[in-house]
């Protein structure tokens, strides 16, 4: 539970005194505070960045005060009020705290009604602007530290008595020894795979080398999940999305206790990496995140192309190679944790 974090969820204009305040809280506690104002600059809009972490959070913490807050374009509802509908889908444990104002605009009014309808599901706490800092601290310190004792407990009930499941996500492109080599140099670490998945576009040579790795995944007993995106290449910026989206949907179905989660940025487009690596960033930074270096004739003779024409023993020294550097990407941290 070190590395969980916890997703302050609020509008801003009227609540950055409280926002510091929990944020300083959660810090003492050395958990990890999630919220907007840390995130920098990602290549995603504002709105879908704070959906990634209410996604990608241990807790969801909202603070509900007067103002309801920015409508999206083409969205019904506030990024507030989507965040806390996110949470709750995905049943995160969740922390509301009310502020007390004397007339909270219509939409807020209607949106706390709501929020109150799930009042017995959900730990509730009122407070005034007297409690803040100090009433508002001491509380949010003690209902996360009651809060994660009940989390460990459950884990600790519900845990499979079994290891964890060794769980390879990777991009893909061109060159399927991007993928089995990396595979191959887990192992050899001793770092068991029992299910590989790749996110590559659905371009002809693409679909030969998801042909390949079917047949090399299932001589070894390895589960592998191919998924594509409709795009030939990632063109333009809808491919872009599309590309982040798949690569999201895969790591929140695959990011579970029972999972350890390893993931491959070396194969296919630079951009295919560096989108993967922003996701990981903000919805699961305790993942394992790789770069697989091999020599250039390895790389040369990989594409899949040139494979196919070379002898059954060099394809498999190309797909397995002996020669490789296995390269863990560390995460960036904000300055505020690093100091810490």
């Not at 005060?65 to 507030?80: D, F, H, K, L, Q």
């Not at 004792?149 to 499941?165: E, F, G, I, Y």
């Not at 590559?200 to 040579?205: D, E, G, H, L, R």
Request: with cysteine; hydrophobic share 40%.
């Amino acid at each position: 539970m070190e590395r969980l974090s916890i997703f302050i969820s609020s509008t801003m204009k009227d609540l950055q005194e409280e926002r510091k305040v929990v944020d300083k809280a959660i810090s003492q506690l050395r958990f990890q505070a999630l919220r907007a104002e840390t995130i920098g600059a990602q290549s995603v809009s504002p709105e879908e960045a704070c959906l990634m972490m209410a996604q990608g959070c241990g807790i969801y913490l909202g603070i509900l005060g007067g103002r309801y807050g920015y409508i999206p374009a083409n969205e019904s509802v506030s990024v507030t009020e989507m965040e806390f509908n996110e949470a709750r889908r995905l049943g995160k444990p969740t922390l509301l705290y009310r502020k007390e104002v004397d007339d909270p605009e219509p939409r807020q009014k209607e949106f706390i009604d709501r929020v109150g309808d799930f009042e017995e599901g959900i730990f509730w706490r009122g407070f005034s602007q007297e409690d803040v800092p100090d009433q508002l601290s001491e509380w949010v310190k003690d209902d996360i530290a009651q809060l994660v004792t009940t989390m460990l407990k459950d884990r600790v009930v519900s845990a499979p008595q079994v290891a964890p499941k060794g769980v390879l996500l990777a991009s893909l492109g061109k060159a399927p020894g991007a993928v089995s080599g990396l595979y191959h140099a887990l192992t050899e670490r001793g770092i068991p795979i029992h299910k590989v998945v790749t996110i590559s576009p659905k371009s002809p040579n693409v679909r030969r080398c998801v042909t390949l790795l079917q047949k090399e995944f299932g001589k070894r007993n390895v589960e592998y999940q191919p998924i594509y995106i409709d795009a030939q290449d990632i063109r333009y910026e809808s491919d872009a999305f599309e590309f982040k989206s798949a690569f999201s949907t895969a790591l929140q179905e695959h990011d579970r206790p029972e999972n350890d989660v390893y993931l491959g940025i070396a194969g296919g487009r630079t951009s295919m990496g560096a989108l993967m690596a922003i996701v990981a960033q903000m919805s699961a930074p305790h993942a394992y995140l790789y770069h697989l270096w091999v020599p250039d004739e390895i790389e040369e003779d990989g594409a899949i192309t040139r494979l196919f024409a070379l002898s059954p023993a060099r394809q498999q020294e190309v797909l397995f190679p002996k020669e490789y550097e296995l390269v863990k990407v560390p995460f960036v941290r904000h300055a505020r944790e690093a100091r810490e």
